[in-house]
């Protein structure tokens, strides 16, 4: 093997090797008999984000297939979480960096992908990301990374310290100990596609949620199986949904879809702070909104159990935008319906 590339693959597992496992915590929800909800939080890895796992995933992938050497450019279509984790370790073995992302990214998250040394190159909407990537990548003579295509085959699904084995194994000693649910929502598919094969894998009786947020075409796509459809909007809600079905999307391992509108992904990205005292990213808000739902159909079943979703990122990215009371007005509407059923229903 080329010299650069062990040491840079050496470099990326030292790094997996620091890092202490992510945070399991259980909602205090006096509200919920019987139902106990938990959020992985993923934002406590070096880059802040559920993508930090995907993004060491990519680039080993991308090393043992010989895709990159020392010289050569890694470009990426991303809406800012996984090109800030992928510029991170661009950094750490020494080549450069670039993300095509929509010109509507949260200025807190370029400028992240720039502390961590990689530049950006914007276009007007996230359906022109994939092919100005593809075509800044062969014009610098670069890698495109594209996590879309790759997610789901990058990540050990069997396990290997991936979300879905590390999640399963810490839940071992609660009054559940294997979730009736798993919420989850999609941007590459990759996530949702490593829960669905593990719990396959290890004959779990787990079903998974996947929750999709307005102007994405998962949710249509699945429903109908029709894998050809488009949008020609983007997702509102950073990091999740896409305007096509990408191939990291896999539908056959997914128990259950839940459409959830952007108001409420809002309203319950607001909820959660309020009972946690933190602020997590919008995508949070949309699993946390489908595990709710999934827990009001579990009590009205007479069940009992717990359900798993995830704490995406750090809500301190999004204070110019989701957490802007003016731009949520604007750019996603009322939220206080919503608001008001979470708090009527859960407190």
């Known amino acids: ?13 030292a790094d997996a090797h620091r890092s202490a496992d992510t945070h399991l915590f259980k909602l205090p929800l006096p509200r919920l008999l019987d139902v106990d909800i938990y959020l992985k939080d993923e934002s406590t890895h070096p880059t802040g984000s559920l993508k930090h796992r995907l993004a060491r995933s990519l680039f080993l992938y991308a090393l043992c297939n010989g895709h990159i050497g020392q010289t050569t450019t890694v470009v ?12 991170y370790f661009a950094r750490m073995i020494g080549v450069p960096f670039i993300a095509v992302v ?43 990374m594209d ?18 084995e590390s999640l399963f194994t810490q839940m071992e000693r609660e009054p559940h100990p294997i979730p009736a649910h798993l919420v989850m929502s999609a941007g590459t598919g990759g996530t949702s ?18 929750v999709d947020p307005d102007n994405s075409v998962f949710y ?4 109908t199986g029709d894998r050809s459809l488009t949008s020609d909007t983007s997702s509102r809600i950073e990091g999740i949904g896409r305007p096509k079905v990408e191939h990291s999307f896999q539908p ?53 159990g717990a ?41």
């Open 1 to 13: 093997m080329n010299t650069w590339i062990a040491n840079a693959i050496a470099q990326i597992n």
């Open 76 to 87: 990426e279509a991303s809406s800012g979480s996984t090109a800030v984790s992928e510029a």
């Open 102 to 144: 929509p010109k509507s990214t949260a200025r807190s998250k370029i400028r992240q992908i720039e502390f961590y040394g990689g530049q950006t190159h914007l276009v007007d909407a996230a359906p022109q990301m994939h092919d100005a990537a593809v075509a800044l990548a062969a014009s610098l003579n670069g890698y495109f």
């Open 147 to 164: 996590q879309f295509t790759y997610a789901e085959r990058a990540t050990d699904w069997r396990g290997n310290n991936n979300i879905a």
């Open 193 to 210: 596609a490593t829960l669905g094969r593990y719990i396959r894998y290890k004959g779990y009786g787990t079903e998974l949620t996947v």
């Open 220 to 223: 249509d796509s699945y429903m």
């Open 252 to 304: 056959g391992v997914i128990d259950h879809m839940i459409q959830v509108p952007d108001a409420a992904s809002i309203a319950a990205m607001r909820w959660l702070e309020r009972l946690i005292g933190r602020k997590a990213g919008p995508s949070t808000g949309t699993n946390l909104w489908g595990a709710l739902q999934v827990a009001e159909g579990m009590q009205k079943a007479g069940q009992e």
């Open 307 to 347: 359900i798993v979703t995830l704490l995406c990122d750090s809500g301190e990215r999004y204070l110019d935008t989701h957490y802007n009371a003016d731009w949520v007005s604007e750019c996603i509407g009322d939220c206080r319906d919503y608001a008001d059923q979470l708090t009527e229903k859960f407190g």
